[in-house]
């Protein structure tokens, strides 16, 4: 299968590429603005690198040609923080973003070139506060951030091309995720990073945020099974969550990653790292996800958090 990957030079990209590589796939890789390729790797070798601007139609149009049998599209703003930055930017990138892409994949399949297999990329985020129980792909959504409104008008947007013009489309809903190589703008590896520091330096404090939250944490390889098993057995038309099923507050991640570390230390609260409007609790059933393709999470989770901490030391 010959797959295009939009975003393929970010976090979760950089291990998709690789793990379609390691399944068999003819891989295009569609880089961000800046158009910077992932560091040398002979595994990668037969990986085709383009630039993508998705707020220029140009350069849209000119990636999805390489659209023949699949497309994952994971390209745009990934975090709640940068989305509060610049909220405006967050809504052409992720939103216009999307539909500009879909419309012109649907462009294709109308004109007979290509009738490729869509996998658009959500987030678990657009479900909001709501009851401390695993939701559903039934439940309603109501994001409280830039980041999961985006997300939220995007998959409406992905889904109403697909009915409009027969563009099969899939919307795939991760929950929180982790690993090596994730930016220290996230809560785990930005633990990791001052439970590092605080051990070389004997600081008996760490800033934290808020501890209370609970959250879904997946390994980030978890995730890239999960959508390399949608693509061969994911229905179009059909929402899926990408979740492990069980919460952990981030107290407890907290305390996990200071445990891993040999650190005693105390998480002190800054404001500063707090978000102005946080989600109690976020954890996902993915049931339909399992049911359909047999995908369950395979990763442990004190492994996950172990290599986090050991990337700080390389």
Known sequence: MKVLVTGANGFVGAWLVRGLVASGHEVVGALGRDGAGPDPDPALQGVAWLPLDLQDP????????????AVIHLAGVASVGDSLADPIATWQVNTLGTVRLLEALAALRQRGEADPLVLTISTGEV??????????????????????????AAEVGALEIARRTGLRVMVARPFPHTGPGQSPRFVAPAFASRL?????????????GSLEPVRDLLDVRDVVAAYLALLEHGVPGTV?????????????????????????VIPEFDHALARPVDIPHLVGDASLLRATTGWAPTRNLNETLRELLDAQTD
């Open 240 to 264: 899926y969550n990408v979740a492990r099923g069980a919460g952990l507050s981030v107290g407890e991640l907290f305390r996990q990653l200071a445990a891993l570390a040999g650190c005693a």
């Open 127 to 152: 479900y909001g506060p709501g009851e401390a129980r695993p939701r559903r792909e039934t439940d309603p959504i109501t994001p409280v951030s830039p980041y999961a409104a985006s997300k939220a």
């Open 196 to 208: 590092a520091l605080a051990r070389r330096t004997g600081a008996p404090v760490v800033k934290t």
């Open 58 to 69: 140009r350069s849209v149009t000119m990636v999805a040609a390489h659209a023949t049998d």
